[in-house]
Every structure is written in structure tokens, then in C-alpha cells.
């Protein structure tokens, strides 16, 4: 594909845009004299059709229902808004992924990495999407700050939780905040329903977020058990101030972390967009260099470029990543199950360590502390499964370069050895380029007898040669066919492709390790949080330590197991289930949060149980704003050393390592050839 043939496809889709421009002007014009509701009805019937369309076909059918899933938790709309943001979203995604696979043939025109970006964008082509649902958060995290303002104001004034809602409900109508305006109706709804404990249940699966779910709960107690006043001041609205403070840090902490890893995501891709604008450019001023880049080196380290890159990416998406998708009720099976229930159980149980042992112990705590969605059976058949990969990898990849060296040794222009000039004449290359057909000549009318008197004897049958000639063609022909013998594969190779079996085979532990390891941050923000629960609740009327455990477990992320079963044995005994909880959490910073609550379990009231707690308030808020700042800059300088990471390796491995190689063995061998005069 040349120049002309881009330049007159891009021609011809601009041309037709135009046509579609045109004929969608023409009959907006024919259709001027119609109602606005009648083309805003015309407008959301093209994208249902397009909907339906999509539908049926069966590869963009699975987006497509991705796309609206994830939708339908953060926002509350009619079936036509939901399929028209659907239908929107996949159409931007496939624009984009369009336009970028045709820049990055312009800039590379190379077969294999376009075929590998092209896979590559498949896997991460949801970016747009998650950016989308990411903005879509933010906005909806502001508007509740707005909620919450107006609530308090209502509620001086109306000094009921019913009625201010419902004003609340009416004003934010009235000013356009639509998402926020839908939750807060949903609330409304549950206030006055029939089973309000119901429907508040199924407000909290639904929920679009974590504080929603707290300010429903908030109100549910409010209306149900009347507000408590302390020192003349509502502990509802304290519950309301507090609530807000904890948005204020959220949106903080995303809009700063969102500043500082800006555009690092594209920055860790562009070593895939310039890896062969860059070697052409090289070794165009260095001719040297085109040896190198098709040896065996220089694919493997081009290969560990573009492997830096990939793995970069995606070290930054999970960091940019706020919220984690957490499965609630009924999950089907991995394909690592169904594998281990189909076909790898046998060899799955006789590698698993014994229940009660220290291995299958370790093993399990590392699972519950990464919160990783897997048992240690499906852990193993991930091992064997990655394990396998990497072996397959590593035998195709020596096949490959074997194959690959016996084409550069038979059928590209070998450079001169101790040649230090630039870029070679058009008369030089056709003459490397006769002397690989020559040689490619020979040695394939030799077949497999390889022998040095043929090889002697054809060159003299060829007769196109003198005597000084022949010398030197029978010394480089031969020194090609010792390099085709020793083309094979090695049994070292073999010992590498299972060091490389090994090496997948531990993959899965160690990233359970890095999970378990970043999940200590998220816990200990958990632990915060649980703070700004109690001191919610420790003043509300009726309030008990079973209701606080229940609070603390519907918002739990990382506790939420031991939770549960603290609750389900708290009937047996609130001393003992407390201590259980204990021994079964091992994390410092709630374990004082569970001892103040064994002191409540008993005659002390939960408001005197906590004091301390309330005391230390203004301290923890400063304690917690440091600790956010501090996630926040670890982020940062890891997000910068990762983005810039696949840079630095471009630049090292395809360019400097390459450069220093090739003038030292170029170097080498003049010096050589200088010696022998």
C-alpha cells in the first residue's frame, strides 16, 4: 500500500461523509416545517435501529452489552438514553480504533507490529469507555456535594428527613442535575414505600456509589428512630457534614491523581508507533546498524521493547482505575474452572499442597489478602495454563528466529565486515544484493550435501570467476553455510524454554503478592472510612453494635468475609464473634476499631465506647488528608517512572545498545583487516 492509495481512500470516505452531510441537510431542510419532538424522536429512532443492528451481529454484540451493563450502574435513565450512550460510546470506540490502526501503518508499514497493535487495542479499547464512566463519576460525586448542601438547608428549615428530601428532589429538577436528581428520587421513593426496609436493601445493590448507599442509610435511621441532638447540634446534619467532608477527599484525591498521570498512558505507547521509524532512521545514517536489527539480537530486543510497552500500559490503566468491579450474586464459572472440572483435575489435585499444610495456607491467605476472584484450584490451572504459554512462547520463539536467520543469512545483503561508512549508494546495495543471490545460488544447488569440496567445485563449474574471486566467495560461502549448520535448534534453547515454564508458572504468585501488597493502601483508607461510620452512628438513638457491624460489612470492600461471619455468629456470644473477628482480620489498624466495640457489646453505651474516637476527630481528618496526599505522590512518581519507562527503553535497547555493538564490531574488524596488510 503506497502513498497515492491512502491519500485516495482517505479522499473517497471524505467524499462520502459529505454525501451523508449533504443528504442529512437536505432533508432536515424538507422537514423545517415539523415539530423539534418529532426530529428529537427521529434523532433516538436511528439510534435504536443501530442498536438492533449492532444486536445481531455476534462480534459486536458482547461490547455492546458490556458497554450498556456498566452504564445501567451508574446511571438511572429510559431504555432509549441508555441505548443511544450505548450505541454513541461504541461508535467513538471503533472510530478511534480505526484512525489509530491506519496512523500506525502510515508511521510503521510493517505487517507483524500492525497485526500485534491491532490485537493489542482490542484487549484496551475500552480506555474511551472507562474514561467516559470515569468523568461520569466525578460529575456525579460534585452533584451529591450540591445534594447534600441543599438536604441540610431543607432540613433546618423543614426539621424532617420526609420533606426536606422531597424539596430537595424538586430543586435539583429544577436546575438540571439530572444524574443526581434520579438518586435522590429513588430515595424519596424509598421513604414513602410500604417496606422501606426492602426497597432499602435494594437501593444498596444498586446504588451507584458508596455514599449514596451512607446517606440512605442515614436517612432510613433518621426516619425511623427520630434525629438525636448533642450540645445543641443534629447529629444528622453532623452525619451530613461528614459525609460531605469524605466526598470532598474523594473527588481531591481522583482529580489530582487524574492531573498527574495525564496523557502517560499514550506516552507508554509510543515506542509501538515509533520502534521502526526509529530503526529505519538509524540505520539509514549507520548502515551497520540493518545487520544488527536483523539479527537474533535485535528482534529479541525489539520484542522486549514492545513487551515494556504492553506491560507498562497496563500498570498505568490499573493505576488510574478508581473503582474495582466487585461480583455480587450469582458469577459463572472461570475458564479456569470449567478447565480444571473438564479436563486438568487429575494433574491440578496431585500438584495442590494439602489442606491443613503450611503451603495451602499461605497460599490462601495470599488470595484472601490480594481479594483475587479464585480458589487455590483455579490458581493452579492458571499456573500450569501460563507456565504452558510461556514454554509454547519460547519454542516458537527459537523456531522463529531460527527460521528468520536462515532467511537474513540466504537472502538479505550482508554487510561488508569493517565497513564504517553511512548509508550505502544505490550501486553498493545491488551489488550485496548480487553477491546474496550468488551465494543463495550455490548453496541451494548443494541441497543437503553441505561439503566444502562442492561448494569449491560449483563455484569452478560457474566459470564467471577468476582465481582471486573464487578465494573469496569460497571463504564467505562457507562461512554462510557453518552458520546454516549451526541454525538448529539447541538443547540449551530447550533448557531456556523451561526456565521459561517456570518463570509463567510463578507469574500468578507473585502478581497475588503486588495485589496483596497495593491492597494494604485501599485497607487502611477502609479502616478510615469505618471511623466516619461509627462516628455517624454512635449518637443516633437505638443504635447497637450488631447494626454497626452490619453498616461496617455493607460497605466493606476487603473485611467484608470475617464481617459476615462475625455477624452471623454475633447471637452465639458479641464478646466471642468480636474476638474471632480478631484473629481472622490480623490488621492493626482495626483491630483497636473492634476492641472499642467489645467494650460496647457489653453494659458500656457505643457514644462513651468511642469518645476517644470523637476526640481524636480533628486530628484523624488531618492524619487522613496527609495519608491521601502521600497515596497520592506514590502514585504519581510510580505512574511517571512507569510512562516514561518504555521511552528510556526504546531509546537503550533500539538505539544505543544497537549503535555501541555494531561500531565496535565494525571497529573490530577493520582493525583486523588492517593487521593483515
Known amino acids: 500500500m503506497n502513498i497515492y492509495i491512502i491519500i485516495g481512500s482517505t479522499c473517497f470516505f471524505l467524499a462520502l461523509l459529505l454525501i451523508i452531510i449533504n443528504f442529512v441537510y437536505s432533508r432536515k431542510r424538507n422537514n423545517a416545517g415539523k415539530s423539534l419532538r418529532q426530529e428529537g424522536q427521529r434523532f433516538y429512532a436511528f439510534y435504536i435501529s443501530l442498536y438492533r443492528s449492532f444486536s445481531r451481529l455476534p462480534i459486536l454484540k458482547k461490547l455492546l452489552h458490556n458497554i450498556r451493563k456498566r452504564l445501567e450502574v451508574y446511571t438511572v435513565s ?32 510493517d505487517l507483524l507490529l500492525l497485526i500485534l497493535f491491532a490485537v493489542l487495542l482490542s484487549f484496551i479499547g475500552d480506555t474511551i469507555i472507562e474514561l467516559f464512566i470515569s468523568n461520569l463519576q466525578s460529575k456525579l460525586l460534585r452533584q451529591q456535594i450540591k445534594y447534600l448542601e441543599l438536604l441540610r438547608h431543607k432540613y433546618y428549615e423543614q426539621k424532617s428527613v420526609e420533606d426536606a428530601n422531597l424539596e430537595v428532589c424538586n430543586l435539583l429538577n429544577k436546575e438540571g442535575t439530572f444524574e443526581v436528581y434520579t438518586q435522590a428520587e429513588r430515595i424519596n421513593d424509598m421513604l414513602f414505600s410500604k417496606n422501606v426496609e426492602e426497597e432499602l436493601e435494594r437501593y444498596y445493590e444498586t446504588a451507584p456509589n458508596k455514599y449514596f ?14 434525629d438525636t441532638y448533642i450540645k445543641d447540634s443534629s447529629v444528622f446534619v453532623r452525619c451530613i457534614t461528614y459525609l460531605d467532608s469524605e466526598i470532598k477527599a474523594e473527588l481531591y484525591k481522583r482529580e489530582k491523581l487524574k492531573y498527574a498521570l495525564k496523557s502517560l498512558t499514550t506516552i507508554s505507547l509510543l515506542p509501538l508507533f515509533f520502534l521502526k521509524p526509529l530503526r529505519n532512521w538509524a540505520s539509514g545514517s549507520f ?55 473438564k479436563l486438568l483435575h487429575p494433574v ?51 523456531l522463529g528466529l531460527n527460521a528468520y536467520s536462515r532467511y537474513t543469512i540466504l537472502y538479505l545483503p550482508q554487510m561488508p565486515e569493517g565497513y564504517l561508512g553511512g548509508k550505502l549508494s544505490v550501486q553498493e546495495y545491488e551489488k550485496l544484493k548480487n553477491i546474496a543471490d550468488f551465494d543463495r545460488k550455490i548453496i541451494l544447488s548443494l541441497g543437503k550435501n553441505l561439503n566444502k569440496d562442492l561448494v569449491l567445485e560449483k563455484l569452478f563449474e560457474n566459470g564467471q570467476l577468476n582465481n582471486q574471486e573464487v578465494s573469496v566467495a569460497y571463504e564467505r560461502i562457507n562461512k554462510k ?29 507473585l502478581s497475588l503478592g ?142 544505543i545498545i544497537p549503535m555501541v555493538v555494531s561500531g565496535m564490531n565494525s571497529i573490530s574488524a577493520f582493525y583486523k583487516q588492517i593487521m593483515q596488510i
Request: net charge neutral.
Open 78 to 109: 429510559d431504555e432509549k438514553n441508555i441505548r443511544k450512550t450505548t450505541v454513541t460510546l461504541l461508535l467513538i470506540t471503533a472510530v478511534t480504533y480505526i484512525t489509530i490502526v491506519i496512523m500506525f501503518w502510515v508511521l510503521t508499514r
Open 287 to 341: 548502515a551497520p546498524l540493518e545487520s544488527f536489527y536483523t539479527s537474533r539480537m535485535g528482534i529479541i530486543l525489539g520484542m522486549a521493547t514492545v513487551l515494556t510497552s504492553i506491560v507498562c500500559y497496563i500498570i498505568l490503566r490499573n493505576l488510574q482505575r478508581f473503582d474495582k468491579n466487585i461480583n455480587i450474586g450469582y458469577v459463572k464459572k472461570t475458564f479456569e474452572e470449567r478447565l480444571y472440572d
Open 514 to 655: 503486588i495485589m496483596a501488597r497495593a491492597r494494604k493502601i485501599d485497607m487502611e483508607d477502609e479502616v478510615s472510612q469505618f471511623q466516619t461510620i461509627i462516628l455517624m452512628l454512635m449518637h443516633m438513638n437505638r443504635i447497637h453494635v450488631q447494626e454497626i457491624l452490619e453498616w461496617m460489612e455493607a460497605f466493606s470492600v476487603h473485611f467484608k468475609e470475617p464481617l459476615q461471619k462475625c455477624i452471623l455468629n454475633f447471637s452465639s456470644g458479641p464478646y466471642e464473634a468480636l474476638e474471632q473477628l480478631k484473629e481472622e482480620v490480623g490488621f492493626s489498624p482495626l483491630l483497636a476499631i473492634i476492641d472499642n466495640l467489645q467494650l460496647a457489646s457489653s453494659d458500656l453505651e457505643v457514644s462513651k465506647a468511642f469518645e476517644e474516637l470523637e476526640n481524636e476527630m480533628s486530628f484523624n481528618r488531618e492524619t487522613r488528608k496527609d495519608s491521601n496526599e502521600r497515596i497520592v505522590e506514590k502514585k504519581k512518581n510510580l505512574g511517571n517512572m512507569i510512562g516514561f519507562l518504555p521511552v528510556y527503553m526504546m531509546i537503550i535497547l533500539y538505539l
Open 348 to 398: 491440578v489435585d496431585r500438584l495442590v499442597p494439602r489442606e491443613y499444610s503450611k503451603q495451602s495456607q499461605y497460599l490462601t491467605e495470599l488470595i484472601k489478602s490480594a481479594m483475587a476472584p479464585v480458589n487455590i484450584y483455579s490458581l493452579y490451572v492458571r499456573r500450569l495454563l501460563i507456565g504452558l504459554v510461556a514454554f509454547i512462547f519460547g519454542v516458537c520463539m527459537f
Open 481 to 509: 553455510i557453518y552458520m546454516l549448520s549451526n541454525n538448529i535448534f539447541w538443547w540449551w534453547q530447550l533448557i531456556v524454554c523451561f526456565f521459561m515454564f517456570t518463570a509463567g508458572y510463578w507469574v500468578p504468585i
Open 213 to 226: 448507599k451512607m446517606l440512605a442509610g442515614i436517612i432510613f435511621i433518621t426516619k425511623e428512630y427520630g
